[in-house]
């Protein structure tokens, strides 16, 4: 399986696994609280059952009753038996193993940037619109001993997306339907933001993972509904 990945992943795209942020664009503050109470590992942090999804936060090792043990199905992770491969419009992607309604399927990496696929010259057919505003600090000013925390610009809210065109993981690959199997959703933890692809039903076993991108993904979609 890992063979078939690597061996499919296309030489231009760099693979990540976070957030890529060289410019520092940060994000407010949210308080997460005491996190989630989940016991069942059936149902274990999952999209109507879990507070922490329910707030818009992602588990990790502190918010979350599961702890360190990464099983849960809220955390920034790839879901076990995703697998690329060749298909009608170039590379696709599977799940060799059930994926649990409401569980996160893969976060989706790639470059946060303030390009918005305005700009005719830009492809913007991996680029996703971040609902969260971000700021970017202001640069730090005087010496050493007058250095503040670097605070927002005034009026700095920033309209940011997730460009997944030349850096990404394996969500970048998860083609449209207008039937899809999943979601884009943002969770929060604390300053950090992750865009997540949510399963809104359970997947089968060899089912292609498929996410609706909504009206504007500038192009021509093939799915079923659309080509038929
Ligand atoms: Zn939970
Ligand atoms: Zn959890
Ligand atoms: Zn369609």
């Not at 997944?164 to 933890?189: M, T």
């Not at 021509?220 to 080509?227: L, N, P, S």
């Amino acid at each position: 399986m890992a063979n078939t990945n690597e061996s499919l992943w296309p030489s231009g795209v760099y693979k990540v696994t976070f957030l890529q942020n060289p410019e520092d664009y940060r994000f407010r503050f949210v308080e997460v609280g005491q996190g989630c109470t989940c016991s069942n590992e059936f149902t274990n942090c999952i999209h109507g059952k879990c507070d922490n999804v329910s707030a818009g936060f992602y588990c990790t090792g502190k918010n979350c009753s599961f702890g360190e043990q990464e099983d849960c199905g809220n955390r920034l992770t790839e879901f076990p038996g995703l697998q690329l491969f060749n298909g009608r419009f170039g590379l696709h992607v599977r799940t060799t193993r059930e994926i649990p309604k409401g569980h996160i399927v893969a976060p989706y990496w790639g470059f946060l940037t303030t390009e918005d696929g305005s700009n005719p010259l830009l492809k913007k057919r991996y680029l996703l619109m971040v609902k969260s505003f971000g700021y970017k600090p202001a640069p730090i000013e005087g010496d050493k001993k007058t250095r503040r925390k670097p605070k927002a610009k005034k009026g700095g809210n920033l309209r940011l997306h997730i460009d997944a065109e030349y850096c990404g993981n394996i969500s970048r690959f998860f083609n449209h339907s207008c039937d899809a199997y999943c979601v884009f959703s943002e969770r929060r933890y604390k300053r950090r933001m992750a865009m997540v692809v949510i399963a809104t039903q359970t997947i089968p076993a060899g089912k292609e993972i498929t996410v609706d991108y909504g009206k504007d993904f500038g192009f021509k979609c093939g799915c079923g509904h659309c080509a038929a």
